[in-house]
């Protein structure tokens, strides 16, 4: 997901799934300073919500306030790539199935949604069967069908009205691509994708051409969520999104604010996953990022629904007077800068930059080890089957730049003195404005003069995800982030790097990197039902990654974040990168 990452990312963003290496605590309830009891809020202590739930409740009522310094990209459910909407998304989102609601590596287990169970797998795995539940509607009381199912997965394919998005769905359902979409389908009823099949309002068939062992964990993203056709606004539906959870959209102004209320036709009979605690849901979005710290210290909001951690200027606030209302857990995200091909298509160029960036002070503008995370070498995470940390074919994990290399580089590419370029970067992210300023001093060593410019970061997928306005704009270097959609290679590194992945808007392959022999590899993988053969492959993916230079890879990310003392039932959750889970939230009234 890009990032929020990202995002996957995305963000984040995004969403979307963290490996499991979080900073693991045995206790239950709170730790040290713990003043909170059941029901009742309060500090619960530093790390009382990482992999274990702080001030358990389930009491309802209240207003939830979160506030943000970034937009999300779109809160369509099949046009959202960033982390915290997919979290986010769940209050007014269901899908066939979906993550446990349960702290840590827990979370990672798909359960029965909207569907009874996880559905009936055919031996040759290419035959998906659900059934969907009784008494569940959406937000008029009328029934939700497994042809709004349908439909809403369908919306993928609209890539021309409706960008941005995974587009894992469309890949394993129509590799070939020969489905229009339904704003283009001939079909009566618009339903004319032949890879779904609904003989019935309760029954939804997929047909798989070729078997894909991550299939589940894509039925759970919220791009997979039902969409009705009589209420489906097309490229505007992401400004009121028509609810199948618990609440439902009440107001919206972009960069401004949100707020959502009750959906009073929601059964919770049918819903083992969200708790819908509170009466409200409010989100308020500002520019300034230091004073959305403040604001959260003071207590006026409970949590920064973009999770990216406290700034620098909060930080030692946060720590030292404040340390129980903290958390500290790793996100599964990698932080990197990527080199558009377009831009630098000379792979001994991009070389240069990568051996002259010092990795040391990278980390340290990120807010070093704690806040910013452990010095990264390679693009894929731990915990991911193939992943091998200690891969470092650019030494980058003494953390101090080779700027012999680097020059040994240049001369290759035929720019001894150096080149120009232009460094990306959202306008609303001080730590990357901070990394982008880390790395265009490192390069100023070897000649490499790099200016920055920063872009308005709610336009993200119209600016560095779209190619051409990248090459117009001649962004060279982006800095941005990464959080797995799901903890395969697959999940994490597919939309970054095969060249089937690159979108004409809300792209996420910034690199434009389309080498036959990784997207080859990829299909080999996709097709593998043994993980640790699977993780070979993908070993081997992140070695041409790394072999053609268009990454750099700052840290495997950390964060501080900040918990209100009014929030009950709080807990990190892998499936959210480390994020709380926003849907099992409460506060104190």
Known sequence: MTLNSSQRRRIAAGALLAAATMVVTTACGGSNGDSGGKGKGGAAGFNAAVNKIA?????????????????????????????FVWDFARYYTRQLVSFKAAPGAE??????????????????????????????????????????????IERIWAQDVISGGPIYLQQVLDPKKEYPGPYKDTAADKLGLKAIETPDDKTIIFKLPVANGDFLQMLAMPAASPVRQDMDTKAKYGLKPFSSGPYKWQSYQPNKSIKLV????????????????????????????????????????????????????????????????????????????????????????????????????????????????????????????????????????????????????????????GFKTTIAVRNNKKIEIATAESLQQSLKAVGIDAQIDQF????????????????????????????????????FLQPL??????????????????DPAVNGLFDQALKETDPTKAGELYKQINTKVSEAAVYLPFTHEKNIIWRSSRLTNVYTADAYNGRYDYASLGVVK
């Open 262 to 417: 009750r959906n009073d036709k929601w059964d919770a009979k049918t819903d083992t996953i969200r708790k819908a605690l509170p009466d409200k849901i409010s989100v308020t979005f500002t520019t300034n990022a230091d004073d959305m710290d403040n604001r959260l210290i003071e207590g006026e909001y409970d949590l920064d629904i973009n999770a990216t951690g406290v700034g620098a200027s909060a930080r030692a606030k946060v720590l030292q007077q404040h340390k129980e209302n903290a958390d500290n857990p790793q996100t599964g995200f990698i932080r990197y800068a990527v080199f558009p091909q377009t831009v630098i298509p000379n792979v001994e160029c991009r070389k240069a930059i990568i051996y002259a960036a010092d990795s040391k002070s990278l980390q340290t503008a990120r807010g070093g080890p704690q806040a910013g995370g452990d010095i990264a070498s390679n693009m894929l995470p731990p915990a991911i089957k193939g992943a091998d940390p200690k891969a470092d074919p650019y030494g980058k994990l003494g953390g101090a730049p080779d700027l012999a290399k680097a020059r040994e580089a240049l001369k290759k590419c035929g720019k001894p003195n």
């Open 55 to 83: 001030n358990p409740s389930d009491k309802k009522g209240g207003e939830l306030k979160f506030i943000g310094s970034q937009e999300a990209d779109n809160w369509d459910p099949q046009r959202g790539y960033y982390g």
């Open 497 to 514: 790097v095969d060249g089937r992945f690159i979108l004409q808007s809300g792209n996420n392959n910034f690199s434009e990197l389309n």
């Open 107 to 152: 979370s990672t287990e798909l359960v029965g949604d909207l569907a009874t169970d996880s559905g009936k797998v055919s031996p040759d795995g290419l035959t998906y069967t659900f059934t969907l539940k009784d008494g569940v509607t959406w937000e008029d009381g009328k029934p939700i069908t497994s042809k709004d199912i349908k439909y809403g």
């Open 456 to 491: 308005d970061g709610a336009q993200t997928s119209g600016i560095i995800g779209s190619p051409k306005v990248v090459k117009e704009k001649g962004y060279g270097i982006i800095i941005m982030g990464w959080g797995a959609d799901f903890p395969t290679g697959q999940g």
